[in-house]
């Protein structure tokens, strides 16, 4: 028996695989609004090292870059967080859960931290409702970072400087809409594809089951 032509069904198809498409585009929408819209704010700051003159530049730069690494990692935790509550800004305690898990998850979407490769930038960004608050949060992190980096790191050598300040977006970045929306499209897209590969195996499978039964 003839292999069957899967181009031809699928393009036979494409109404259905549109339609599919069209369906998750839609529940991809209404997903996106059920959620909250957040702002986000965003600072820079620059990691420095005191090495002395023993050590080349490159190797100062690793050093550098490990340190904001390791300072990427530190912002997630429960103690930096309660420094971040105490530190002078104006962010409410009430904002986040009261039970410690769900406070520390809630914590670990409100902020993120990213290393720029090759340097030692760090880049701090925080999400929030009220893209005000979202600024205080970048502030208030920043502020414990430069005021208390000996805390986080070895040796009192290392220094953090304010190079970027926060940078507000005009409009909500999360969720992000657009993604969604082709995502949501492709994956129905996909399960359009699927159904109509079932859909003309059954009906293959039906025509051979009448022909071999005359």
């Not at 608050?133 to 304010?162: H, M, N």
């Amino acid at each position: 028996m003839a292999q069957p032509n899967y181009t031809k069904i699928l393009l036979n198809g494409w109404q259905s695989i549109v339609m599919f498409g069209l369906l998750g585009l839609v529940l991809a929408l209404i997903i996106s609004f059920v959620q909250p819209l957040k702002y986000s704010s965003t600072a820079r700051l620059l990691i420095l090292q005191d090495v002395g003159t023993s050590v080349d530049a490159y190797t100062a730069s690793r050093s550098e870059e490990r340190i904001a690494d390791n300072l990427s990692t530190i912002i997630y935790t429960s103690t930096f967080f309660d420094q971040v509550l105490n530190s002078g800004f104006s962010i409410s305690e009430s904002q986040f859960p009261e039970n410690d898990s769900k406070r520390r998850r809630a914590w670990g979407k409100t902020v993120k931290a990213s290393v720029n490769r090759g340097s030692g930038l760090l880049s701090i960004t925080a999400y929030h409702q009220d893209v005000r608050v979202a600024e205080q949060l970048v502030r208030a992190i920043a502020f414990v970072l430069t005021d208390r980096v000996g805390e986080y790191t070895s040796g009192g050598s290392v220094s953090v400087q304010l190079v970027d300040e926060p940078l507000s977006s005009r409009w909500p970045v999360k969720p992000n809409i657009i993604a969604n929306i082709l995502s949501g499209f492709i994956l129905g897209a996909f399960v359009g594809i699927g159904y109509v590969l079932v859909q003309t195996e059954r009906i293959r499978r039906r025509h051979q089951l009448i022909h071999e039964d005359f």
